[in-house]
């Protein structure tokens, strides 16, 4: 409503002005000004001044709304009574456009839209960091899951954070490494075997075929009464890593170690042929003492030159022996141990007495199915102890190895002595961390010489387990009286 309480002329003044601001405005299609009676009095259309126009009844109605649509939905009518004091001097009318207001209202909704969707994908970030944040650990702990499945329990979780997660991470670290502590005594490949077959974990036993390799380290009395606790386990666990390490090449099982000895059992599989396990036992054999052959004359090489290592050379004798035997959960409830027992046990550890001077022996049973492999010579027949005088056997001594396996041997030391190797356990304790890599190169470079130069009967020879030297020429041990039966013939 517009009221103007001044006198009529500044009245009239005052509506022509504003015809004249309104009409300015390109969005206005007209502005009318009507009497009291409903006639048009003023416009911006000069065809309603010519002739005697009224408003619509839609504007003079009692019960008009002061906002409209006209009839074709292309404008707004907004009208208001003029006052004059008391009095109603006419009606202002005004006809917009809707295309503005559309406009309007289409920036208004469009910036709404964009403002929403700004929030939204705020709040979709947000939501994923905050997702990102909660799953990170538990895929962390998946990945672990999937090595700790496949047997790796160095695996770790990082515990980031103090709520349930990082509870739960803590506590599969703190059973990793008591894990990893329970498989440092007992090897992987006993535990996948009693995990493929569950019939393995309750007691009793049963007959297989096994190849049953022993060896036991020569002169260790003198060597630990010249070396500290330490160092004498250093030493053992030096070798001792090169044996297990060839022993799992082939398939084999560390059944137990007894103080510088050690026991390995190899079990023919069920999709394996009769003489499977014996040919990978005695390619194992062979491995581990060529292993032993070259860090000793490593060793005697660089302590010759006067240097003092963390290990000193050492002489083993190996002994092999195939047969059936017992296999099974031998103790108790609260301690038992999956292990093997019977003849063929017996004689592999009783043949391994008579390796003196460090040479490989095997019974006469493996020769016979390992020939293609190995090289070797029969030694007198002995009837070990515990053996009735027709069970006596004929060892044989292994010498070399066929000229295709010999290859192989030389390509796999290549591969064992490396650099990790040398620096976890030879490198000498008192050498300055800045030399260690040079050292270490040198060391290798010196290794690769000896297992490429080496002729192949030296891995297998006879030695002074004192000096070291090689005996040729010198004669077999003869077996003593106990041995022997001149009466009996040989198994």
């Known amino acids: 409503m517009l009221t103007y309480p001044s006198d009529p002329e500044r009245v ?100 709404a839209m964009i ?4 929030i939204a994908a705020v709040m979709c970030i947000f939501a994923l960091l905050l997702v990102r944040r909660e799953v990170r650990p538990l895929k962390l702990m998946r990945v672990a899951l999937s090595q700790i499945a496949k047997g790796d329990f160095t695996q770790r979780v990082p515990v980031e954070r103090n709520d349930e997660i ?69 030493i053992v666990n030096t070798y001792f890593h090169l044996f297990i390490e060839c022993i799992a090449h082939w398939g084999g099982v560390v059944d137990k170690t007894m103080g510088d000895a050690i026991m390995a059992v190899f079990e023919r599989a069920d999709n394996e042929g009769e003489e499977g396990n014996k040919r990978r036992a005695v390619l194992a054999l062979t491995y581990m003492k060529a292993a032993s052959r070259v860090l000793n004359r ?51 550890s009783r043949l391994e007495g008579l390796t003196k001077h460090g040479e490989v022996i095997i019974d006469n049973f493996t020769r016979l199915g390992t020939s293609d492999l190995i090289q070797s010579e029969p030694l007198p027949p002995v009837q070990p102890k515990g053996f009735s005088a027709k069970e006596r ?52 470079i010196l290794l690769l010489k000896i297992i490429a130069e080496t002729p192949i009967e030296d891995f297998f020879a006879r030695v002074d387990t004192v000096t070291g030297e090689f005996l040729r020429d010198a004669p077999a041990d003869e077996p003593t009286p106990a041995e022997t039966d001149p009466t009996a013939a040989p198994a």
């Open 298 to 348: 490593f060793l005697m090489i660089r302590t010759a030159n006067g240097e003092r290592l963390a290990v000193e050379a050492c002489e083993f004798g190996f002994a092999m022996a195939t047969g059936r035997a017992i296999v099974g959960n031998i103790g108790s409830r609260r301690r038992m141990d999956y292990t093997v027992c019977g003849r063929v046990v017996n004689l592999a």
């Open 12 to 111: 009239r003044a005052k509506l022509q002005f504003n015809l004249l601001a309104v009409a300015k405005n390109t969005d206005v299609l007209n502005a009318q000004l009507a009497n009291n009676e409903g006639v048009i009095i003023a416009s911006l259309v000069q065809s309603e001044l010519d002739t005697k126009t009224y408003l619509s009844t839609d504007i003079l109605g009692p019960d008009a709304d002061p906002i409209y649509m006209t009839a074709d939905k292309h404008a707004y009518v907004f009208h208001s009574q003029v006052r004059y004091g008391p009095d109603v001097l006419g009606t202002f009318v005004v006809t917009m456009s809707r295309t503005p207001l559309e406009l309007a209202l289409r920036r208004a909704t469009t910036r």
């Open 166 to 234: 990082g509870e739960l991470s803590a506590a599969l670290n703190r059973m990793l490494k008591r894990s990893e502590l329970f498989f440092h005594y007992v090897d992987k490949m006993v535990i996948e075997r009693l995990v493929q077959d569950e019939s393995l974990t309750k007691p009793g036993g049963r007959e297989r075929d096994l190849a049953v390799i022993f060896g036991d380290m020569r002169g260790y009395t003198a060597m630990s009464n010249r070396r500290t606790a330490d160092e004498v386990v250093h």
């Open 115 to 118: 403002f929403a969707g700004g």
């Open 393 to 444: 056997v004929v060892p044989h001594r292994i010498v070399g190895l066929s000229p295709e396996e010999s290859h192989k041997l030389r390509i796999y030391l290549k591969q064992m002595f490396n650099f990790v190797f040398l620096s976890q356990m030879v490198i000498p304790r008192d050498l300055p961390v800045g030399e260690h890599r040079p050292w270490c190169n040198e060391a290798e």
